[in-house]
């Protein structure tokens, strides 16, 4: 009988040890952006981690550290294998579409209206697919004319009046050129930075590179985009006023020739600012954001919404709506804002004092205003943009002759592909 | 009652030999399994892939319509076209610098050990790390191979290495070269130094040149390595993605668009998973029926008296 007793207390004691731990277990929910690798966001997201962790006792938050480049590439083998990241930053439609996420509008509809209203509707229709939202908007890229100011002087031109439209950027361009530096850069470099590009000209000039609903490509067809093409290609084709070697370059290229002053001006999102301080901290507050400049009244500038969502294998979706809220507090939009020079996307932030202390920061806010959104609502699309235009574009740099044959061919290619869906 | 019968001679047929048969598949088994596990199921599924049209998580059995859909398109043609010039001028340098390299370290007697160390550096590089430095070796503006050619007077303006396709295709196949004839030399010089003396002794004896010397010792003693060497360098050059992902993605305008690119760029930027399982089921047909072909034209595998 004594054995039993004490056999019986032991169990009991073990049970009543273990249960509670097993109650109080620890939900890991793995967390994948290409963010996360830069190094000006790092000490951000630690904290962010950090002050998360400690309110919730329970959650574990593993970051996933992906190079840009294999970003999608490891997320969708992950999905394929149904263990992708709870918690993710990925081509919200393209993913939506191939079913690799979650429709979050149950966990959003029990939202207090005052956090709902944080975001405009146009930045949640960026986050929707087929009327459900999938993700919600975090940070974005607006894309704007960066100078170099002292360059700017220097050629003998004035940076309080940067050109407003592209007869007066291509004076400035002439004159920011010489033998061994030019006034800006051509993009061609196979990333989704070269087609961002390209369409920041085609809004410039009032084209429409697709049609309304996206079934129809025209590139070509469309009289305003094949001329703003041929305007931004002809920068280094035909007037020479762009750095040599355009096939080849991309962001990471021409924000180190622009750090290196080789370059005056480059369109860029609001991050390549601290992408350029970083290559050359002597350069920090020599530069001044700009309008792009436009033929046509208004003309909106390019905007990429970055979303947080969940995927659709996550096995604790409420847990990881709570990170998500948790990092788009305003507290981490300003900081991330502040220190990493990524864009906040709530509208309740421009007017945060941290904020409107960076001229730099509240110019690109302002600029903001009036974006559309990239990527395009459709599945086809990040390979669209990845391979189709950047082909073309680098077939139209070798052979400018042939631009406008170059882009009819893409659209018979496009409108294939965004009909074959 | 004393024996006299002989024991009995061990009969390989019969029961006895079954048995024994038997045993030996048990040992094989495990191996068996695992090459099951690692080869045949993969490759299994890669063809039942092949045999879907995938979107993301849904699947729809599609028959053979992938492989009509990949064979109609120009752009497999293309990348089959460029993958052959690769392969073919790859391995070709891979084997004729590989064996030069490798007659020369057979020669040197000073600092043998510490060149072939040297030699071999390129190929322990893992090809990532290998392509990314020369991406930046030949990046255009601040590349050393511009700046020096610059220094020499030999150009006068940045020449764009990966951004013209001739020079992309080139700047590839000489990347490719640079990290591959190590490992073409490595087996040739092994291949060398099994070659016995007496034969080159009796050649000098004879008079022979370094030339006859070459051509009728060294080459006939190397023709089985030679053949086997160039069929794995095949093999591995045919399936490389990493240098051409890595150094220009396919690009300027296809010019380096190989078939691994094509699955690669089919697989995770068009999300077409069933379309890319077919050119890679495409691109396994073609390299087994290759070689096969390679090594039956070579007589690889028989014994000198069929040969």
Same mark, same amino acid.
């Given at each position: 009988m004594?054995k039993f007793?004490?056999s019986?207390?032991?169990a009991?004691?073990?049970i009543g040890?273990?249960?509670?731990?097993?109650?109080?277990?620890?939900?890991?929910?793995?967390?994948?952006?290409?963010?996360?690798?830069e190094?000006?966001?790092?000490p951000?997201?630690k904290?962010?981690?950090a002050?998360?962790?400690a309110? %919730?006792?329970?959650?574990?938050?593993?970051?996933?550290?992906?190079?840009?480049? #294999?970003h999608?590439?490891?997320?969708?083998a992950?999905?394929?294998?149904?263990?992708?990241?709870?918690?993710?930053?990925?081509?919200?439609?393209?993913?939506?579409?191939?079913?690799y996420?979650r429709?979050?509008?149950?966990?959003w509809d029990?939202?207090?209206?005052?956090?709902?209203n944080?975001?405009?509707?146009d930045?949640?229709?960026?986050?929707?697919?087929?009327?459900?939202?999938? &993700?919600?908007? %975090?940070?974005?890229?607006?894309y704007?004319?960066?100078?170099?100011?002292e360059?700017?002087?220097?050629?003998?031109?004035?940076?309080? %009046?940067?050109?407003?439209?592209?007869a007066?950027?291509?004076?400035?361009a002439?004159a920011l050129t010489?033998?061994?530096?030019?006034a800006?850069?051509?993009?061609? &470099?196979?990333?989704?930075?070269t087609?961002?590009?390209?369409?920041?000209?085609i809004?410039?000039?009032?084209?429409e590179?697709?049609?309304?609903?996206?079934?129809e490509?025209?590139f070509?067809?469309?009289?305003?985009?094949?001329?703003?093409?041929?305007?931004?290609? &002809?920068l280094?084709? #035909?007037?020479?006023?762009?750095?040599p070697?355009?096939?080849?370059?991309?962001?990471?290229?021409?924000?180190v020739l622009?750090?290196?002053?080789?370059?005056?001006?480059?369109r860029?999102?609001?991050w390549s600012?601290?992408?350029?301080i &970083?290559?050359?901290?002597?350069?920090?507050?020599?530069m001044?954001?700009?309008?792009?400049?436009?033929?046509?009244?208004?003309?909106p500038?390019?905007?990429?919404?970055?979303a947080?969502?969940?995927?659709?294998s996550?096995?604790h979706p409420?847990?990881?709506w709570r990170f998500?809220?948790?990092?788009?507090?305003k507290?981490?939009?300003?900081?991330?804002?502040?220190?990493?020079?990524?864009?906040p996307?709530?509208?309740?932030?421009?007017?945060?004092?941290?904020?409107k202390?960076?001229p730099?920061?509240?110019?690109?806010?302002?600029?903001?205003?009036?974006?559309?959104s990239?990527p395009?609502?459709?599945?086809?699309?990040?390979?669209?943009?990845? %391979?189709?235009?950047?082909d073309?574009?680098?077939?139209?740099?070798?052979?400018?002759a042939?631009t406008?044959?170059?882009?009819?061919?893409l659209?018979?290619?496009?409108?294939?592909?965004?009909k074959?869906? | 009652?004393?024996? =006299?019968?002989?024991?009995?001679?061990?009969?390989w047929?019969?029961?006895?030999?079954?048995?024994?048969?038997?045993?030996?598949?048990?040992?094989?088994?495990?191996?068996?399994?695992?090459?099951a596990? *690692?080869?045949?199921?993969?490759?299994?599924h890669?063809?039942? =892939?092949?045999?879907?049209?995938?979107?993301?998580?849904?699947?729809?059995f599609?028959?053979?319509?992938n492989?009509f859909?990949?064979?109609?398109?120009?752009?497999f043609?293309?990348?089959?076209?460029?993958?052959l010039?690769?392969?073919?001028?790859?391995?070709?340098?891979?084997?004729?610098?590989?064996?030069a390299?490798?007659?020369?370290?057979?020669?040197?007697?000073?600092?043998?050990?510490?060149?072939r160390?040297v030699?071999? =550096?390129?190929?322990?590089?893992?090809?990532?790390?290998g392509?990314?430095?020369?991406?930046?070796?030949?990046?255009?503006?601040?590349?050393?191979?511009?700046y020096?050619l $610059?220094?020499?007077?030999?150009?006068?303006?940045?020449v764009?290495?990966?951004?013209?396709?001739?020079?992309?295709?080139?700047?590839?196949?000489?990347?490719?070269?640079?990290?591959?004839v190590?490992? *073409?030399?490595l087996?040739m010089?092994?291949?060398?130094q099994?070659?016995?003396?007496?034969?080159?002794?009796?050649a000098?004896?004879?008079?022979a040149?370094?030339?006859?010397?070459?051509?009728?010792?060294?080459?006939?003693?190397?023709?089985?390595l030679?053949?086997v060497?160039?069929?794995?360098d095949?093999?591995?050059?045919?399936?490389?993605y990493?240098?051409i992902?890595?150094?220009?993605?396919?690009?300027?305008?296809?010019a =380096?668009?190989?078939?691994?690119a094509?699955?690669?760029?089919?697989a995770f930027?068009?999300?077409?998973?069933?379309?890319a399982?077919?050119?890679?089921?495409?691109l396994?047909?073609? *390299?087994?029926?290759f070689?096969?072909?390679?090594?039956?034209?070579? $007589?690889?595998?028989?014994?000198d008296?069929?040969?």
């Amino acid at each position: 009988m004594t054995k039993f007793a004490t056999s019986t207390a032991v169990a009991a004691l073990l049970i009543g040890a273990i249960g509670p731990a097993a109650a109080q277990q620890r939900v890991v929910l793995q967390w994948q952006t290409p963010n996360l690798t830069e190094a000006q966001y790092e000490p951000i997201w630690k904290q962010t981690i950090a002050a998360f962790e400690a309110a %919730n006792p329970n959650i574990k938050i593993e970051p996933i550290l992906v190079a840009r480049r #294999d970003h999608w590439t490891k997320f969708v083998a992950a999905a394929q294998a149904r263990q992708a990241p709870c918690i993710v930053a990925v081509d919200l439609t393209t993913a939506a579409a191939e079913g690799y996420l979650r429709p979050i509008d149950d966990l959003w509809d029990k939202e207090p209206a005052a956090f709902r209203n944080a975001w405009s509707d146009d930045m949640l229709k960026a986050a929707r697919w087929k009327g459900k939202l999938y &993700g919600l908007p %975090n940070w974005g890229g607006v894309y704007a004319e960066i100078y170099n100011r002292e360059l700017v002087v220097k050629a003998g031109l004035d940076p309080k %009046n940067p050109p407003k439209n592209w007869a007066e950027y291509l004076q400035w361009a002439k004159a920011l050129t010489g033998t061994d530096h030019w006034a800006t850069s051509v993009l061609g &470099g196979k990333t989704d930075t070269t087609t961002r590009v390209l369409l920041t000209w085609i809004y410039g000039n009032g084209g429409e590179p697709f049609n309304a609903d996206m079934t129809e490509s025209r590139f070509a067809k469309d009289p305003k985009s094949l001329e703003a093409i041929k305007f931004y290609l &002809g920068l280094f084709s #035909d007037h020479k006023v762009a750095s040599p070697a355009p096939t080849t370059t991309n962001y990471l290229e021409q924000t180190v020739l622009f750090s290196q002053g080789k370059i005056a001006t480059m369109r860029n999102a609001y991050w390549s600012v601290a992408k350029v301080i &970083g290559d050359n901290p002597q350069i920090e507050g020599k530069m001044f954001a700009a309008p792009l400049p436009a033929q046509i009244p208004n003309a909106p500038t390019l905007a990429t919404v970055t979303a947080h969502s969940i995927s659709e294998s996550c096995r604790h979706p409420e847990e990881a709506w709570r990170f998500i809220k948790f990092d788009m507090d305003k507290k981490w939009a300003v900081a991330r804002a502040v220190k990493a020079n990524w864009m906040p996307l709530r509208r309740d932030l421009a007017d945060e004092p941290e904020i409107k202390a960076d001229p730099m920061l509240s110019e690109f806010v302002r600029i903001g205003t009036n974006a559309r959104s990239y990527p395009l609502p459709h599945p086809a699309w990040a390979d669209i943009a990845a %391979n189709d235009i950047v082909d073309a574009v680098q077939r139209a740099l070798l052979e400018p002759a042939r631009t406008e044959q170059i882009f009819q061919d893409l659209d018979v290619r496009l409108s294939r592909k965004l009909k074959d869906q | 009652m004393t024996a =006299t019968t002989r024991p009995r001679a061990r009969a390989w047929t019969g029961t006895g030999l079954a048995r024994e048969r038997w045993h030996g598949y048990l040992f094989l088994l495990p191996v068996l399994l695992f090459l099951a596990a *690692v080869i045949v199921l993969p490759l299994a599924h890669a063809f039942w =892939t092949s045999l879907h049209r995938i979107r993301g998580l849904r699947s729809t059995f599609v028959g053979l319509a992938n492989y009509f859909r990949v064979l109609e398109d120009d752009a497999f043609w293309h990348a089959l076209k460029v993958s052959l010039g690769f392969v073919s001028v790859s391995v070709t340098l891979h084997m004729l610098l590989g064996l030069a390299l490798a007659l020369a370290l057979n020669e040197i007697r000073v600092a043998r050990t510490a060149l072939r160390v040297v030699f071999l =550096t390129p190929w322990m590089v893992s090809a990532a790390v290998g392509a990314t430095i020369w991406l930046w070796l030949l990046e255009p503006q601040f590349g050393v191979v511009n700046y020096l050619l $610059r220094a020499a007077d030999i150009i006068d303006r940045p020449v764009a290495w990966l951004g013209e396709p001739g020079p992309a295709f080139a700047a590839v196949t000489a990347v490719e070269v640079w990290r591959g004839v190590p490992f *073409v030399m490595l087996l040739m010089l092994a291949g060398l130094q099994t070659i016995p003396v007496e034969q080159y002794e009796a050649a000098d004896i004879d008079g022979a040149s370094t030339w006859q010397r070459f051509r009728w010792i060294t080459l006939p003693n190397l023709k089985y390595l030679i053949v086997v060497a160039s069929t794995l360098d095949i093999i591995n050059v045919v399936r490389h993605y990493d240098i051409i992902g890595i150094m220009t993605a396919g690009g300027p305008a296809g010019a =380096t668009e190989v078939l691994p690119a094509l699955l690669y760029n089919t697989a995770f930027r068009a999300n077409r998973f069933g379309e890319a399982a077919a050119i890679g089921v495409l691109l396994l047909a073609m *390299v087994l029926v290759f070689s096969i072909l390679y090594l039956r034209a070579t $007589r690889i595998g028989r014994s000198d008296g069929d040969a």
